[in-house]
Antibody
Framework: EVQLVESGGGLVNPGGSLRLSCAAS????????MNWVRQAPGKGLEWVSS????????YYADSVKGPLTISRDNAKNLLYLQMNSLTAEDTAVYYC??????????????WGQGILVTVSS | QSVLTQPPSVSAAPGQKVTISCSGS????????VSWYQQLPGTAPKLLIY???KRPSRISDRFSGSKSGTSATLAITGLQTGDEAHYYC???????????FGGGTKLTVL
């Protein structure tokens, strides 16, 4: 069974940093591209970042103001999202999500349960 | 303002058919695959359709997808109260080098 479990969320002060992690299991993690998608309270889905299976390609949403870094450790089946200079606009549930086929086909076939990040003083 | 445009809401009676549109441009829908997602309240999204019109094996054949030019459509037949949810389209935008979602459509089954 495919499982994606996010961790590392919580309350952070404006201007602060946070690193989200996603533990993957039930599939060959190194064969799949991965995404981070977020959803602000009461709002729609917003794509945040993508990384190819071997980390050769990384993409980021321009709408995310603070610097972002997506990375993965295929040996440990872990996906990461490093977020810096956080603002209140970054408050959202962040989902770790697997891309079923080509990264550019965008079909996200499995989603984690999501982790809440709250940016507030 | 989403890159992909969806109607904010649609409604229909149980047993009826409803369609949800998703409008984009040549840099996204026009030249890339479209996927559709269902999000029930308080849960993570679920993939309904990928590669424009393919359905994961676990998804009911009441759900179907199509694409024409720079627009895509999700159709749901035999509506059930359990279909009440938000529905999102998504695709890759080659000009932005980014994933994009529609703003979402709330389906109400009257």
């Amino acid at each position: 069974e495919v499982q994606l479990v996010e961790s590392g969320g919580g309350l952070v002060n404006p201007g602060g940093s946070l690193r989200l992690s996603c533990a993957a299991s039930g599939f060959t993690f190194s064969s799949y591209s991965m995404n981070w998608v977020r959803q602000a309270p009461g709002k729609g889905l917003e794509w945040v970042s993508s990384i190819s299976s071997s980390s050769s390609y990384k993409y980021y949403a321009d709408s995310v103001k603070g610097p972002l870094t997506i990375s993965r450790d295929n040996a440990k089946n872990l996906l990461y999202l490093q977020m810096n200079s956080l603002t209140a606009e970054d408050t959202a549930v962040y989902y770790c999500a697997r891309v079923g086929g080509s990264l550019y086909a965008f079909g996200i076939d499995y989603w984690g349960q999501g982790i809440l990040v709250t940016v507030s003083s | 303002q989403s890159v992909l445009t969806q109607p904010p809401s649609v409604s229909a009676a149980p047993g009826q058919k409803v369609t949800i549109s998703c409008s984009g441009s040549s840099s996204n829908i026009g030249n890339n695959y479209v996927s559709w997602y269902q999000q029930l309240p308080g849960t993570a999204p679920k993939l309904l359709i990928y590669d424009n019109n393919k359905r994961p094996s676990r998804i009911s054949d009441r759900f179907s997808g199509s694409k024409s030019g720079t627009s895509a459509t999700l159709a749901i037949t035999g509506l059930q109260t359990g279909d009440e949810a938000h529905y999102y389209c998504g695709t890759w935008d080659s000009s932005l080098s980014a994933g994009v979602f529609g703003g979402g459509t709330k389906l109400t089954v009257l």
